[in-house]
C-alpha cells in the first residue's frame, strides 16, 4: 500500500473531511435558495479535474511538509511560509516556470473556493515574481516551421510505393499525420480522438474536419476545410493504406471504432503511440525530435514570421478563444511581412520553394 508522501496528486476521496464537503458543495448545482455552493458548477468536467488534482499536489505537499496544517479550516492553511516552501518544492522538482504559475493559480482558485473570505493577493504576488525572474526550462530553438513540417510529410509520402511492405505501409501513414498536423494544428487529445464520419467527414469536394464543444480544451466547436493539398493523399491513405492496417493481426489489436489513424497492430493510435512517430520521424528528418505540441507553435511561428499583419488568426487556427492566449504560450518570433491565413502562407511558402527549384 502507498504512503500518502508517495502520492504524486492526493485523490478527492482522501482529503480531509472538511474539504471533501466543500468541494462537493461547490461542484452541486447552484440554488436560487441557497446562498452556499455551485461555484464550480459552471466549470467544464476537465477543467473541475484540473483544479481537484491542483487541489490535491498542494495536500499532498502539506501531509509530507507539514502534516498538522491538515487539520486547520482549508484558508488558513495557505500561509506565506507555506506557499514559498511548495514553490520552492516544486522548483527544485525541475518544474518551469508554467507549472509552478499553473499549480499556484489552482491553489488560488480552490481556496477561494473552499474559503470565501480567503485572500490570494500574495500568490499573485508570487506568481508575478516567477513571471518576471524564472526562465523556461525547454528550449525551443529547434522548432521548424509549418511548410518544412509539411514538406517533411510529403517526402515520406511520395517514399511510400508497396503497400504489401510494413515499412511503406507506416511511412505513408506517418507522413500523413505529419503533414496533417502541420496545417491543421490540432491539439493531441484531438488528434488521437479523430473518427470517421464523426471528426472527418468526406464530402464530393474534399473533406470537412470537424469537433464538437465538448471534444475541445476552449469548449468552442472547431470546422474547417480539410487542406487541399492533403485531399488526394488522405483519400489513398484511406482507400489504400489504412485497410492494410486494419487488417494486420497484432498483440494489441482492437475495435478501431472509425480511428483515422491505426497502428501497426490494427488498433486505434493511441496519444503517446501518435506522439513517439512524430519524434522519430521528425529527429530522423531533423536531427532534433519536434513532439505534436510544438508543431502549435510552429504555425504561430510561422505566420508571426510571414504574416505579422495577420497573425491573429492563429488563435482560431489553435482553437484559442482569444489571441492574448496564443500569443503568450506559442509565437516564437518577430517580424513584419504579409497578409494570409496559415494554409495561404504554407502554400504561397511551397509555391516559391518549387519556383526556385525549377
Not at 498542494?58 to 487539520?71: G, I, K, R, V
Not at 496545417?183 to 493531441?188: D, E, Q
Not at 489513424?261 to 519536434?290: C, H, K, Y
Request: positive net charge.
Amino acid at each position: 500500500m502507498r504512503t500518502i508522501d508517495a502520492v504524486l496528486c492526493l485523490p478527492v476521496d482522501r482529503w480531509p473531511a472538511e474539504d471533501q464537503r466543500r468541494w462537493r458543495l461547490a461542484c452541486k448545482p447552484a440554488s436560487l435558495f441557497d446562498d452556499e455552493g455551485g461555484e464550480l458548477n459552471d466549470m467544464r468536467p476537465a477543467s473541475i479535474r484540473k483544479y481537484a488534482k491542483g487541489y490535491g499536489r498542494w495536500l499532498t505537499f502539506l501531509a509530507d511538509h507539514d502534516p498538522a496544517a491538515l487539520q486547520l479550516v482549508p484558508g488558513e492553511r495557505i500561509t506565506t511560509p507555506r506557499v514559498k516552501a511548495y514553490e520552492e518544492r516544486l522548483r527544485n522538482a525541475g518544474n518551469g516556470t508554467s507549472t509552478r504559475i499553473n499549480r499556484l493559480q489552482e491553489l488560488a482558485v480552490i481556496a477561494r473556493v473552499m474559503d470565501p473570505s480567503f485572500s490570494d493577493c500574495y500568490i499573485r504576488r508570487a506568481i508575478s515574481v516567477i513571471r518576471s525572474q524564472s526562465r523556461p526550462i525547454r528550449s525551443k530553438v529547434h522548432l521548424r516551421t509549418s511548410d518544412e513540417l509539411v514538406n517533411l510529410g510529403l517526402q515520406l509520402m511520395r517514399s511510400a510505393t508497396d503497400p504489401r511492405d510494413l515499412d511503406h505501409v507506416l511511412a505513408f501513414r506517418d507522413g500523413l499525420i505529419i503533414a496533417f498536423l502541420a496545417l491543421h494544428p490540432v491539439r493531441r487529445r484531438n488528434l488521437a480522438g479523430f473518427r470517421l464520419g464523426r471528426n472527418l467527414i468526406s464530402q464530393p469536394t474534399g473533406f470537412l474536419i470537424v469537433f464538437g464543444g465538448d471534444e475541445t480544451k476552449s469548449g468552442a466547436p472547431y470546422e474547417a476545410r480539410l487542406a487541399d493539398i492533403l485531399v488526394e493523399p488522405m483519400r489513398t491513405y484511406l482507400s489504400v493504406w489504412r485497410p492494410v492496417l486494419a487488417a494486420r493481426t497484432g498483440r494489441w489489436k482492437a475495435d478501431l471504432e472509425g480511428a483515422v489513424w491505426v497502428s501497426e497492430d490494427s488498433s486505434p493510435m493511441s496519444q503517446e503511440g501518435l506522439s513517439g512517430r512524430i519524434e522519430l520521424r521528425t529527429r530522423n528528418a531533423f536531427g532534433n525530435a519536434m513532439n505534436p505540441h510544438l508543431f502549435r507553435d510552429a504555425a504561430a511561428t510561422t505566420l508571426a514570421i510571414t504574416d505579422p499583419a495577420h497573425v491573429r488568426v492563429a488563435a482560431p487556427v489553435l482553437g484559442h478563444r482569444t489571441f492574448a492566449t496564443t500569443e503568450r504560450h506559442y509565437i516564437q518570433a518577430t517580424g513584419l511581412q504579409a497578409q494570409r491565413s496559415l494554409l495561404e502562407v504554407i502554400a504561397d511558402i511551397r509555391e516559391g520553394q518549387n519556383d526556385v527549384r525549377r
